[in-house]
């Protein structure tokens, strides 16, 4: 029995041994298999998320830096009428096409805002970077620092120097650095028109100088059917008897300030001329007159002589407007064939001078250097010759390689002489304004400038020539003290 108790007791033993082995072996196998799941699904997750989402980030933050690398270039222009805007559009549409990284903004603006509007931008530091003006803005430009000469100079010489009329390049020449302030573009000439077939009958030249205009002032009135030689501008309310006046001026070496900068509207070649100028009367219609008089009298067969801008040319085939709306039936059959034009005019001592506008393009201080290739272009081939195509008569080219399509640009072109529409484009190599003369400061210009805006000259030459209220001598001493105090204000503020 004790051995029977003994082995029971062993065979006990035995087995809550064994059950103790069996339930400690699994416990660390769960426990593996769980640390193996849990790190393994971690790892796989948190590495891969974030390495996709990095590269799509990076690729949308690169495409819309693109359009901001484009250059712009601001165009502002005198040209301000609608259908004048479209064509400067359609030029730098050309432009941009071949040069998709330009654009090319066209902003219209006023002639006579263009000062104001500089000023304006300037105290913005907001300068465009080119600007069509007249030439008379230039100089005072110049004098402020605001012009890119190196510019300017540099599309002229890659356009050619020797294309350029000579007239153009000496007006816009700075005679304090000897560079090019701005580009010439296009301009008008003005002239004396005057009728050849009645020189001829008459045995008279071409009125190219004071002596002739003096005898055909004798000769004309009763020649054919003219009544008289001339139509002289005398209206003191009007700026026309100030351009033609100050043609005779220049011809006759009269500046408004002399080489020490002093007023000289007193000068016995002043004198002289007024004394000239108003001595026409004598053979012109009575009474003030200004363009529209002076055109229609041309018109109608009673005048021989005409003074008037290129602007003139298509009024002289199809008959100038009315005051009233409607037009002018022209007196004479093939007016425009029978018409001459001389745009220089001589003096007694020699000197020649033609009046008339030219008009440029400023680069101005600041402009991105691309401004110097669109200025080119709109100066190149197709693109000049629309421009000037607007207005062919008031847009004489300044290239001489563009004469030959400018002048066919309009159809009334083929009613005039091919000599002149020569004299026409050479216009401008004798070409003079007050306002041009080198030295002239921003002061002095600015006077001129008042001159012609208070209408000095218009009531000086009225004074003498329609109410005789003064003589030559005392209109150049009361112009003297006006001048004068017009200098003094200006230089007071």
């Given at each position: 029995?004790?051995?029977?108790?003994?082995?029971?007791?062993?065979?006990?033993?035995?087995?809550?041994?064994?059950?103790?082995?069996?339930?400690?072996?699994?416990?660390?196998?769960?426990?593996?298999?769980?640390?193996?799941?849990?790190?393994?699904?971690?790892?796989?997750?948190?590495?891969?998320?974030?390495?996709?989402?990095?590269?799509?980030?990076?690729?949308?933050?690169?495409?819309?830096?693109?359009?901001?690398?484009r250059t712009v270039v601001e165009f502002w222009t005198t040209d301000n009428e609608e259908k004048r805007v479209d064509v400067y559009e359609a030029v730098?549409?050309?432009?941009?096409?071949?040069?998709?990284?330009?654009?090319?903004?066209?902003?219209?603006?006023?002639?006579?805002?263009?000062?104001?509007?500089?000023?304006?931008?300037?105290?913005?530091?907001?300068?465009?970077?080119?600007?069509?003006?007249?030439?008379?803005?230039?100089?005072?430009?110049?004098?402020?620092?605001?012009?890119?000469?190196?510019?300017?100079?540099?599309?002229?010489?890659?356009?050619?120097?020797?294309?350029?009329?000579?007239?153009?390049?000496?007006?816009?020449?700075?005679?304090?650095?000897?560079?090019?302030?701005?580009?010439?573009?296009?301009?008008?000439?003005?002239?004396?028109?005057?009728?050849?077939?009645?020189?001829?009958?008459?045995?008279?030249?071409a009125p190219t100088s004071w002596d002739v205009l003096d005898e055909a002032c004798d000769k004309l009135p009763g020649t054919g059917n003219l009544l008289?030689?001339?139509?002289?501008?005398?209206?003191?309310?009007?700026?026309?008897?100030?351009?033609?006046?100050?043609?005779?001026?220049?011809?006759?070496?009269?500046?408004?300030?002399?080489?020490?900068?002093?007023?000289?509207?007193?000068?016995?070649?002043?004198?002289?001329?007024?004394?000239?100028?108003?001595?026409?009367?004598?053979?012109?219609?009575?009474?003030?007159?200004?363009?529209?008089?002076?055109?229609?009298?041309?018109?109608?067969?009673?005048?021989?002589?005409?003074?008037?801008?290129?602007?003139?040319?298509?009024?002289?085939?199809?008959?100038?407007?009315?005051?009233?709306?409607?037009?002018?039936?022209?007196?004479?059959?093939?007016?425009?064939?029978?018409?001459?034009?001389?745009?220089?005019?001589?003096?007694?001592?020699?000197?020649?001078?033609?009046?008339?506008?030219?008009?440029?393009?400023?680069?101005?201080?600041?402009?991105?250097?691309?401004?110097?290739?669109?200025?080119?272009?709109?100066?190149?081939?197709?693109?000049?010759?629309?421009?000037?195509?607007?207005?062919?008569?008031?847009?004489?080219?300044?290239?001489?390689?563009?004469?030959?399509?400018?002048?066919?640009?309009?159809?009334?072109?083929?009613?005039?002489?091919?000599?002149?529409?020569?004299?026409?484009?050479?216009?401008?190599?004798?070409?003079?304004?007050?306002?041009?003369?080198?030295?002239?400061?921003?002061?002095?210009?600015?006077?001129?400038?008042?001159?012609?805006?208070?209408?000095?000259?218009?009531?000086?030459?009225?004074?003498?020539?329609?109410?005789?209220?003064?003589?030559?001598?005392?209109?150049?001493?009361?112009?003297?003290?006006?001048?004068?105090?017009?200098?003094?204000?200006?230089?007071?503020?």
């Amino acid at each position: 029995m004790k051995r029977l108790l003994v082995l029971v007791t062993i065979l006990v033993i035995m087995a809550v041994m064994l059950m103790a082995c069996s339930q400690a072996t699994p416990t660390p196998q769960v426990i593996e298999k769980v640390k193996t799941v849990v790190v393994t699904q971690v790892v796989e997750k948190t590495v891969e998320v974030p390495v996709e989402k990095t590269v799509v980030v990076e690729k949308t933050v690169v495409v819309p830096a693109t359009p901001t690398e484009r250059t712009v270039v601001e165009f502002w222009t005198t040209d301000n009428e609608e259908k004048r805007v479209d064509v400067y559009e359609a030029v730098a549409k050309r432009y941009m096409e071949e040069h998709p990284d330009v654009e090319i903004r066209i902003v219209p603006i006023e002639e006579g805002g263009i000062s104001q509007r500089i000023a304006t931008a300037r105290a913005a530091n907001r300068l465009p970077d080119i600007v069509r003006m007249g030439v008379e803005r230039v100089s005072a430009f110049a004098a402020d620092g605001i012009l890119d000469e190196d510019a300017a100079s540099a599309v002229i010489e890659s356009i050619g120097m020797d294309d350029f009329r000579a007239g153009p390049l000496e007006m816009v020449k700075d005679p304090a650095t000897g560079k090019y302030a701005a580009v010439p573009y296009d301009g008008w000439i003005q002239a004396i028109w005057y009728r050849k077939d009645m020189f001829e009958l008459a045995g008279l030249p071409a009125p190219t100088s004071w002596d002739v205009l003096d005898e055909a002032c004798d000769k004309l009135p009763g020649t054919g059917n003219l009544l008289y030689a001339l139509t002289l501008p005398t209206d003191p309310g009007q700026n026309y008897p100030h351009q033609v006046f100050e043609q005779f001026a220049i011809s006759n070496n009269v500046w408004p300030f002399d080489e020490n900068g002093n007023v000289s509207m007193n000068t016995p070649e002043m004198v002289e001329t007024l004394r000239f100028y108003t001595s026409l009367q004598r053979c012109a219609p009575p009474g003030p007159q200004y363009w529209r008089g002076a055109r229609e009298a041309y018109e109608l067969d009673q005048a021989g002589m005409l003074f008037y801008s290129t602007y003139i040319m298509d009024d002289l085939v199809e008959g100038s407007g009315t005051e009233g709306g409607g037009k002018i039936q022209i007196a004479v059959p093939d007016l425009a064939k029978k018409t001459g034009f001389a745009p220089k005019l001589e003096g007694p001592s020699g000197a020649s001078a033609t009046y008339g506008q030219l008009v440029t393009l400023g680069i101005m201080q600041g402009a991105d250097p691309v401004a110097q290739d669109v200025v080119k272009f709109f100066l190149t081939g197709e693109n000049y010759k629309d421009i000037l195509a607007l207005a062919p008569f008031g847009k004489v080219p300044v290239l001489k390689s563009a004469v030959a399509e400018w002048k066919d640009l309009s159809p009334f072109f083929k009613e005039y002489d091919p000599e002149t529409l020569d004299q026409i484009a050479n216009g401008y190599d004798t070409m003079q304004r007050w306002l041009f003369k080198p030295g002239y400061d921003a002061t002095q210009r600015a006077v001129i400038g008042d001159i012609e805006g208070r209408l000095l000259i218009p009531q000086a030459i009225a004074n003498i020539a329609l109410d005789g209220s003064m003589t030559p001598e005392t209109a150049a001493e009361w112009l003297q003290q006006q001048v004068e105090q017009l200098y003094q204000d200006r230089k007071n503020q």
